[in-house]
């Protein structure tokens, strides 16, 4: 298949056989450091800023800071964590700003 400005466009199976574009000028692959900052981001508003969640993180602050502005990404283990609080939230956990066990909030 080619475009009318007669540029290839490569597709990708992934799971469940969903056609994905490969190619970063195409737009439709996301940059994982945007994918990153976004969950950060969201985790952030969650628990209340940015301090609540470098807390939770048990990251530094200023490392936390530099994420959340697009420079550099967590590492795989810290962001697991983040996503197990935007997780909390899905699933109406009480989200906690420390390490403690989630709590089912009352409906």
């Known amino acids: ?12 199976w992934g799971s469940a056989h969903t056609a994905q574009r490969i190619g970063p000028d195409l737009g439709l ?3 994982p450091e ?3 900052r976004a969950a950060l981001v969201r985790a952030a508003e969650l628990l209340g800023g ?3 969640l470098a807390r939770r993180l048990q990251v530094p602050m200023p490392e936390l800071t530099r994420w959340l502005a697009g420079d ?3 590492s795989m ?13 899905s699933r109406g956990l009480e989200l906690r700003p420390s390490t ?8």
């Open 1 to 12: 298949m080619t475009t009318s400005s007669s540029r290839r466009i490569f597709f990708s």
């Open 29 to 31: 692959m996301p940059n």
């Open 34 to 36: 945007d994918t990153y």
């Open 50 to 52: 940015a301090r609540p």
């Open 72 to 74: 550099g990404t967590p």
């Open 77 to 89: 283990g810290t962001f697991l964590k983040v996503i197990d609080i935007l997780l909390e939230d």
């Open 100 to 107: 403690d066990r989630p709590k089912k909030v009352a409906e």
